[in-house]
C-alpha cells in the first residue's frame, strides 16, 4: 500500500459548516456531543476504538447498542415492546443497548435516553464489512445514521472492509481489526474539518456521511477519495437450496467485479482506498426525475 497519512488528507468537504451551539475547546475546535451506535452490540469490534479515538479528540460521547444481530438497513419496530436497558462504558458519559434493530436504538435515544441532551452528531459504526454500492441498502449502520438524519441529526456511517478468507482466523478478520485504528482517526478529522468550515450545521439536512476503510491492517490506505455509489455490490447472496426444495443455506461471497463504475467506492474501496459518499435521507427522486414518466402516465386527476 502506499503510504499516506489519514490525518494529513485534504480538506474532506470544503462547504459544511461549524456547530454555532457547540462549546469551543481551548484549541479553538468544537467539542461535539457523539452519539455513537453500533448493531451488534456495546462490545462489538471497533467500539471502543471509535469511543476512545472520539474523547481523546476532546469530544463527548454516548453510546446506545442495538442488541447483536437485531436486524439491518432501515427496519424498525412498528409494535410490541422493546427493552431499552442502561450499560456502561470506560469513557462514554452514558451508554444503553436496546434489544431492537439499529434504527430502533437511534431513536430510542433521540426520543429518550438523550432528550434532554441532544447530541451534535451521530456515529453509527465501524461495522465490520463494506457497507458499499447496492449492499449499502442492506447495512443496518447505513439505515441507523439515515434514521439519524431523517430525524434532523447530522450523521456518519463507518465500516470497515473485510478480506474474506481471515474469516477461517483466529481472531476472524484480523486485518479489519487492524485498520479500526486508522478508521477512527478519520472520523475524527472529517469531523474536525466540517466543524471548523461554516456555521449552520455539520451536514446539508438529511444528509449522511458513508465512510468505508478497506481492510489493511494497520498499513494506511492508498488514499483517501469521494465516491459515488456504485449501483453494483461487493458482495452477493448464494443460496443453496435442499434437495426437496425446503430450506436453502445462506452465504455472502464476493461479488464479480463485472459492471463496477470507475469511481464508485466498490471499485475504489477494492483498490484500496477509503472512500467518502454522501448519502439522501429522503427517498424522493425530485420533480426532474418524474417528468419523463408523467409523459407516459396520464392518470393524474
Not at 488528507?9 to 470544503?14: E, L, R, T, Y
Not at 456495546?42 to 444481530?69: C, F, K, P, Q
Not at 478508521?183 to 446539508?204: D, K, M, N
Request: charged fraction near 15%; charge should be negative; include cysteine.
Amino acid at each position: 500500500m502506499r503510504t499516506k497519512s489519514v490525518l494529513g488528507c485534504a480538506p474532506v468537504v470544503g462547504a459544511l459548516v461549524l456547530l454555532a451551539f457547540a462549546p469551543v475547546r481551548a484549541d479553538g475546535q468544537q467539542r461535539l456531543h457523539v452519539l455513537l451506535t453500533t448493531g451488534s452490540g456495546i462490545e462489538a469490534a471497533g467500539v471502543d476504538e471509535m469511543a476512545n479515538t472520539l474523547v481523546d479528540a476532546g469530544h463527548r460521547v454516548s453510546i446506545v447498542a442495538s442488541t447483536a444481530g437485531a436486524g439491518g438497513s432501515l427496519s424498525w419496530t412498528t409494535s410490541g415492546t422493546l427493552s431499552i436497558e442502561p450499560s456502561a462504558h470506560p469513557v462514554a458519559e452514558g451508554a444503553w443497548t436496546v434489544s431492537g434493530t439499529p434504527s430502533d436504538a437511534v431513536a430510542l435515544a433521540l426520543v429518550y435516553a438523550l432528550r434532554n441532551d441532544p447530541p451534535d452528531v451521530v456515529v453509527s459504526g465501524p461495522h465490520l464489512g463494506p457497507s458499499v454500492g447496492a449492499n449499502a441498502l442492506q447495512s443496518g449502520t447505513v439505515g441507523a445514521a439515515l434514521t439519524a438524519a431523517r430525524s434532523g441529526v447530522p450523521a456518519i456511517a463507518l465500516s470497515v472492509g473485510i478480506v474474506g478468507r481471515e474469516a477461517e482466523s483466529a481472531p476472524m478478520y484480523p486485518s479489519s481489526i487492524g485498520a479500526m485504528p486508522g478508521a477512527a482517526a478519520l472520523v475524527v478529522e472529517i469531523l474536525r474539518q466540517l466543524s471548523e468550515t461554516s456555521a449552520e450545521g455539520l451536514l446539508p439536512p438529511r444528509a449522511v456521511l458513508n465512510v468505508n476503510y478497506p481492510a489493511v491492517g494497520t498499513d494506511e490506505p492508498t488514499g483517501i477519495r469521494f465516491a459515488t455509489v456504485s449501483s453494483q455490490r461487493a458482495f452477493r447472496q448464494l443460496f443453496s437450496v435442499n434437495g426437496n426444495g425446503t430450506a436453502a443455506r445462506v452465504e455472502s461471497v464476493e461479488a464479480d467485479a463485472d459492471g463496477v463504475e470507475e469511481g464508485s467506492d466498490v471499485a475504489l474501496l477494492a483498490e484500496g482506498f477509503a472512500t467518502i459518499s454522501l448519502l439522501g435521507g429522503s427517498l424522493d427522486l425530485g420533480r426532474d426525475s418524474w417528468e419523463p414518466l408523467l409523459r407516459r402516465l396520464v392518470i393524474e386527476r
